[in-house]
């Protein structure tokens, strides 16, 4: 049977084109997304039903972490579920994405995952603390520029040390930084920087400085609202963004939580390192990225180059070998999707 690693998303992965996800895709699932939206108007909070079935998409309104996070953790939950024939080997994820892969892995259950996660985004929204800037440390065909990442990150360590600038790696994301801090620090780093690729750096609308230092108020504030007993063993090795892996059997609930509420909030999320643990520990045949949008199959794919997987070593070779027998398979995109669902959508 095909062996397979599921990568869950980030925030920034729903946008306009995904608006009618959850409609489009998982109507039979209606009992599931009404307990989640039960969740959220005791909060106060605006359904998944409108906000998925909204006319039109609004950034203000789809990005907000308390709308963003829900929608993505029901899309690539519902995702999961949908996954058929194949033996999933591991689980990770990206950012928020691990979250998701809490609950694919079955550490938390359905409604314990949107708990955590409906409860994280809602904090990260009402404390907004900083934002992310987005910069390449390759080229175009995805090959490492020479001392690039050490540049960008000695940068990085030289304005935070000027009075008043926050700025610290967030997540290390492929073949791209993400630098978070406050608006002092983003600013000196981003005028500092020569645009690139005609797109960066690119800020990051709606995002706060996640994974790091500024995030310690909110990893309280999620502390006290989460208890231990969200939590339990995984069934699935989970691999998180330090690319250590939790095994089945061998997880104390208590370290997940302190690790999920603690460090994985206010620490750099290690992205290329956990999908490079994901290649060398579990060898799959497939790489599933789920739903929504179709933006993180670049860094996997920029992932495996770094870690020189399977003789891959530019993004032309990359497209060659996916063109020939895919190794990645993104969820958001229809014909990839087809090849892990087993059925019509």
């Known amino acids: 049977m095909t062996t397979a690693v599921v990568i869950c998303p980030g925030r920034g992965t729903y946008t306009k084109a995904e608006l009618g996800y959850l409609a489009r895709h998982h109507g039979e699932k209606a009992a599931l997304f009404e307990r989640f939206d039960a969740r959220r108007r005791a909060l106060g909070q605006e359904t998944l039903a409108a906000l998925d079935g909204a006319a039109s998409y609004s950034v203000a309104r789809h990005t907000r972490g308390d709308n963003a996070s829900a929608l993505i953790y029901a899309c690539s939950l519902a995702d999961f579920q949908d996954i058929s024939g194949l033996d999933i080997v591991a689980v990770t994820g990206n950012s928020m994405g691990w979250y998701s892969a809490l609950a694919c892995s079955g550490a938390l259950s359905a409604d314990a995952g949107f708990e955590v996660v409906n409860t994280m985004g809602t904090l990260m929204q009402q404390h907004l603390i900083g934002g992310q800037t987005l910069y390449p440390f390759t080229d175009e065909n995805w090959r490492p520029i020479a001392g690039r990442k050490a540049e960008l990150l ?81 069934t699935l090795p989970l691999i998180d963004g330090r690319g250590a ?68 070593d530019t993004k032309s070779a990359f497209q060659a070998r996916q063109s020939a027998s895919p190794i990645i398979a993104s969820m958001g995109l229809a014909d990839q999707r087809s090849l892990v669902t087993q059925r019509e959508k």
Request: proline share 8%.
């Open 154 to 234: 000695a940068l990085a360590e030289t304005t935070a040390a000027r009075p008043g600038h926050d700025l610290a790696l967030s997540i290390d994301l492929g073949g791209m930084l993400v630098l978070a801090g406050n608006e002092a620090g983003l600013a000196a780093f981003e005028a500092a920087i020569p645009p690139a690729q005609g797109r960066f750096p690119m800020r990051l609308a709606n995002h706060a400085a996640f994974h790091t230092a500024l995030q310690a108020p909110v990893a309280a504030a999620g502390r006290a609202a989460l208890p231990e007993a969200l939590f339990r063993q995984p």
């Open 245 to 312: 892996i939790w095994w089945p059997g061998a997880t104390e609930p208590a370290a997940l939580r302190l690790y999920t509420l603690g460090h994985q909030v206010v620490a750099p999320y290690d992205f290329t390192r956990a999908i490079t643990t994901a290649a060398r520990e579990f060898a799959p045949d497939l790489f599933i990225i789920t739903g929504p949008g179709t933006t993180l199959g670049g860094a996997v794919a920029q992932s495996l180059i770094l870690a020189d997987w399977a003789g891959i």
